[in-house]
């Protein structure tokens, strides 16, 4: 029998290897957050491992177009919504839902974290510092410590508007930046949500 040959040039191997590579992160993905699910691993290497997929994933992309990229679960026919969800979000499961931690040392550390965290937010927009790579990060420990903090309550509404802003920056390039209303609306937003946030742990001791 001959063999078929799927690339004769290196640039088309590489085209290759690199679905290739798209497929087993998204698949390894899928089986993570259905583990995770059924309680099959501890919430600590669940958001080890989904952090190190959805890097690998963030990497790939960038080197297949992005309407490959949106064809790829469709085209070929993969049954992976639960990973699909998890791309969308950019964040793992323990970072994008509530999970507080009980004791007043705990507490005075999360609260500590968050408001920490609103200043450096607030701080990185007033220097002009815009781009996907840099504020990324930044709301997603923000966004981990409010919902570390037991004195808020699970339906704060400002959890919601960060996971929103989440998704929008994960649909972005890492060198992609923020226009200047977008950047004028974040900054509203965070210090609306200290506002609040600061006024509910005020109500609630």
């Given amino acids: 029998m001959e063999t078929v040959k799927l690339y004769s040039t290196s640039s088309e191997r590489e ?34 491992e989904c952090n190190k997929l959805l890097l690998q994933y963030k990497t790939v992309s960038q080197m297949i177009s992005q309407e490959e990229l949106t064809d790829f679960p ?24 509530s999970s507080t931690s009980s004791g007043s040392i705990s507490n005075a550390k999360h609260i500590a974290e968050a408001v920490q965290g609103f200043i450096t937010i607030n701080d990185a927009l007033g220097l002009n510092m815009r781009s996907v790579d840099k504020l990324h990060p930044l709301l997603t420990d923000l966004l ?21 802003w989440l998704i929008k920056l ?3 390039k890492a060198s992609d930046e923020l226009d200047d209303d977008q950047v004028r609306q974040l900054m ?15 109500t609630t001791e």
């Fill in 15 to 48: 085209v290759y290897d690199n679905m290739a590579a798209l497929y087993a992160i998204i698949m390894s993905l899928e089986c993570l957050e259905r583990a995770f699910a059924r309680d099959s691993v501890s919430a600590h290497d669940y958001t080890t």
């Fill in 170 to 172: 994960n649909q972005m």
């Fill in 74 to 97: 469709q085209k070929y026919q993969l049954n992976c919504p639960a990973a699909s969800r998890r791309l969308e979000v950019g964040i793992p499961s323990t970072i994008e839902h």
């Fill in 188 to 202: 509203f937003e965070v210090e609306q949500a200290f506002h609040e946030f600061k006024t509910t742990l005020g």
């Fill in 144 to 164: 981990q410590s409010i919902n570390a903090t037991a004195l808020i309550p699970a339906d704060f509404k400002w959890k919601a508007t960060f996971r929103d």
